[in-house]
Structures are given as structure tokens and as C-alpha cells.
């Protein structure tokens, strides 16, 4: 027998009700126990985006999601080739300027946060 452990197999349940989400914006956010993941959509010339779907993770899970993400985009890039940078990069977190608007986050028309 041999010492080291075999992999643990896990069975994904993917619900055939569950709808897809299209975002094509992310605002990430932390505290020492968690990070935030708030996916979003932005519509052309409009400067506000709605939020679609919110993701916690704990640290840990969320390194994990970052390699795995890297591992991914870097096999992408190999089968079909550099992804193009438009956009990428000019976010400024001092001013929250990006694409060349200023971008806030806030609650309904109505002003009040949830």
C-alpha cells in the first residue's frame, strides 16, 4: 500500500432549475473572515450597474478560486490565444474611476442601502 493519500472524489449536483447569471463587472470586498464577490452587469452608456449575484468565501476558498482562475485563463490563453486587455488594469481605487467614469456603490433609486 502506498502512503500517500488518494484524492477524495466529490459528486457535483448541478439543479436543473438553476438559472445562469451573465456579469460582466465584479466588486470585490473583505473582512478578516470573508471576501465579497458581487458580480454585476453594465449596460452600454449606462453608468450604473445592478448587481446580480453575491459570493461569499471564506479566505482560504477564496485562494483557491484565484489559482484556479489563473490555472483556467492560463489554458484558455494557450487554446485560443492571448485575451485582449481592453479595460483591464485602468481601475483606479483611489478615485473609483473606471473605463472613465466615477462608479459608487449604492443602494436602490430610493438612496437607502439594504
Known amino acids: 500500500m502506498s502512503d500517500q493519500q488518494q484524492p477524495k472524489q466529490i459528486n457535483i449536483e448541478l439543479p436543473k432549475e438553476l438559472n445562469a ?5 465584479a466588486i470585490i470586498s473583505h473582512s478578516p473572515y470573508e ?3 458581487d458580480f454585476a452587469q453594465i449596460l452600454p452608456a ?17 485562494k483557491m478560486l484565484y489559482q484556479a482562475l489563473g490555472d483556467n485563463l492560463a489554458k484558455y490563453e494557450r487554446r485560443f490565444g492571448a485575451i485582449a486587455g481592453h479595460g ?7 478615485t473609483g474611476t ?17
Open 21 to 25: 447569471t451573465y456579469a460582466n463587472f
Open 35 to 37: 471576501l465579497i464577490i
Open 46 to 62: 449606462m453608468p450604473k450597474a445592478r448587481v446580480q449575484a453575491r459570493v461569499l468565501l471564506t479566505p482560504v476558498n477564496a
Open 88 to 94: 483591464v488594469g485602468n481601475f483606479d481605487p483611489r
Open 98 to 114: 473606471l473605463g472613465g467614469l466615477q462608479w459608487t456603490v449604492g443602494g436602490d433609486e430610493g438612496g437607502e442601502n439594504e
